[in-house]
């Protein structure tokens, strides 16, 4: 039988991406840097869930996590280059979706 190969980098993007809610997390810090509280409230996600995928995130380079020595201490996230680097993917996702999909 033969198999058409996938390209292990693009696997491994597809992976990353299919995550749940870690294209909505990206969307969301598009806008600039976002503190926990923000994103929590803005997706309806639990705590645990956005405290995971930012984690995962931050490990595979794509969010950057800024804590600012403050009384009570803030916590920022926002993306790196990488991450940042995604905005024209979703962006045509976003402009599939107002084409394609609708409203529920």
Do not use: H
Not at 54 to 67: A, H, N, P
Not at 82 to 90: F, I, Q, R, S, T
Request: aromatic letters at 8%; hydrophobic letters at 40%.
């Amino acid at each position: 039988m033969n198999q058409a190969l996938i390209c292990p980098r693009f696997e491994k993007a597809m992976s990353i991406m299919s995550q749940r809610w870690t294209g909505l997390v990206i969307y969301q810090l598009l806008a600039g840097p976002k503190r926990f509280c923000t994103l929590e409230s803005s997706m309806s996600i639990s705590g645990r869930v956005l405290s995971e995928r930012l984690k995962d995130l931050e490990q595979q380079g794509i969010v950057k996590r800024e804590v600012y020595p403050e009384t009570p201490v803030r916590i920022e996230y926002s993306l790196t280059d990488k991450g940042m680097a995604l905005e024209p993917v979703l962006r045509e996702i976003e402009k599939w979706s107002q084409e394609w999909l609708q409203a529920e």
